[in-house]
């Protein structure tokens, strides 16, 4: 019997071919060419690391994740391409202010001085 669809699309995860940093950005080029970068502050244990720790990245299980040896971190690029992060992005600076004077969001500075 064969269990095969002949017009169905087979469905492969992105593979990483390479993965390099700068600053704190991780980038990782895609078998399909695709280019990735992300800050490393997005995820709870690259986000304490140092610059010299985030550039010791390597790729693991033939492009499938990033692995960071010291730091005993594993992340899978389908989680990447995907936009799983750990940690929310940061507010640009500016975005805050505007929403603080806006009353819209309150800092612990601004928290206090209003009470």
Request: charged letters at 30%; proline letters at 7%; zero cysteines.
């Amino acid at each position: 019997m064969n269990t095969t669809r002949p017009n169905q699309e087979t469905r492969t995860d992105p593979l990483a071919v390479k993965a390099w940093v700068e600053e704190r950005t991780i980038f990782i080029e895609l078998n399909d060419g695709r280019i990735f970068g992300f800050p490393a502050d997005r995820f709870r244990i690259l986000s304490r690391a140092s610059t010299d720790e985030l550039q010791t990245v390597t790729l693991r299980l033939n492009g499938y994740a990033l692995r960071w040896e010291d730091l005993d971190e594993d992340i899978t690029v389908p989680g990447i391409v995907t936009g799983h992060f750990e940690l929310p992005p940061p507010v640009p600076r500016r975005a805050m202010a505007v929403a603080e004077s806006r009353g819209t969001y309150k800092t612990k500075r601004t928290a206090a001085t209003s009470k």
